[in-house]
């Protein structure tokens, strides 16, 4: 069956450090991936898009890789400050069916 | 400003009583769709909208109507609500033409009692 999985368990890291964040996928062709960010009652806001012929992304403290081969995403705040802590979707664009399916989403937690 | 509205914010209703909640985009994007986030099953999208007249399911289409009659417009309607439709709903849209980043409103809060 086809799965997207991010990390349930909270990331907690110190300020200032290097946030790292995953997202596996298995039985999906992605044409892009996709990265948003989601605060506590509020609607998803998107940050990174990848395609699948790109290995990186980046914008400004933001880094995203993907790799095909792991099925596998992963997206980097550097220099992490607690305004960086949220939840992080990880989202497919399927080039099997055009829909786009998300991940659970990881929350981050950056301490002072 | 570029935005995606949805109203209501927050709904209180009854098991049955048909509700709905509007979504609007001043973006001019050609894609809309309708998604419910459950703790532990993440977003899942409900149905979205290609176009004008032009409307598919998506993964959790049961218990769900939608309408494209402007591309401005794309309300989700609960013709029978039951509680088990109690979640948090998101609409987004995205620009089409290439380009694949979606917007999403704010959210409605729809408690089914």
């Known amino acids: 069956s086809q799965k997207i999985e991010q990390n349930s368990e909270a990331l907690n890291i110190q300020e200032g450090k290097t946030a790292t964040l995953t997202c596996n996928y298995t039985?999906?062709?992605?044409?892009?991936l996709q990265w948003y960010r989601q605060d506590p009652g509020r609607g998803p806001v998107f940050l990174l898009l990848i395609r699948e012929n790109e290995k990186e992304k980046r914008k400004e403290r933001l880094k995203v890789t993907f790799d095909t081969t792991l099925k596998q995403s992963l997206f980097h705040i550097t220099a992490s400050q607690p305004a960086d802590s949220a939840t992080y979707l990880c989202a497919l664009l399927s080039s099997n069916t055009g829909k786009l399916i998300f991940g659970q989403g990881t929350t981050l937690q950056v301490k002072p | 400003e570029a935005q995606v509205t949805q109203n209501p914010r927050y709904l209180i209703t009854v098991t049955g009583k048909k509700l709905t909640v509007t979504c609007s985009q001043n973006?001019?994007?050609?894609?809309m769709s309708w998604y419910r986030q459950d703790p532990g099953l993440g977003l899942r999208q409900i149905y979205y909208s290609m176009n004008v007249e032009v409307t598919d399911k998506g993964d959790v289409p049961e218990g769900y109507k939608v309408s494209r009659k402007e591309k401005r417009n794309f309300p989700l309607i609960l013709e029978s609500p039951s509680p088990n439709q109690t979640s948090l709903y998101f609409c987004?849209?995205?620009?089409?033409?290439?380009?694949?980043?979606?917007?999403f409103g704010p959210g409605t809060r729809l408690t089914v009692t």
């Open positions: 973006m001019n994007h050609e894609y």
């Open positions: 039985n999906y062709s992605p044409a892009y």
């Open positions: 987004a849209s995205r620009p089409g033409q290439g380009r694949y980043e979606q917007y």
